[in-house]
């Protein structure tokens, strides 16, 4: 098990750390996803502004 450390002081965790689960968040009508693999796709999104498109 890990040792932390936290103000100079070391404990070690009651639980291991589980894996997480992917969570979609939504905030005022956009819509986040948690997982990287699914934000990886996205690295290069296609921006479009007054009908020109950019690349980011």
Do not use: F, I, W
Not at 18 to 42: G, I, M, Q
């Amino acid at each position: 098990m890990t040792a932390l450390l936290y103000r100079g002081q070391t404990y070690g965790a009651s639980q291991p750390a589980s894996p997480k689960k992917c969570v979609e968040l939504t905030y005022r009508h956009e819509h986040y996803n948690t997982c990287r693999d699914h934000v990886a796709r996205d690295m290069h999104p296609t921006l479009q502004y007054r009908g020109v498109a950019y690349t980011k």
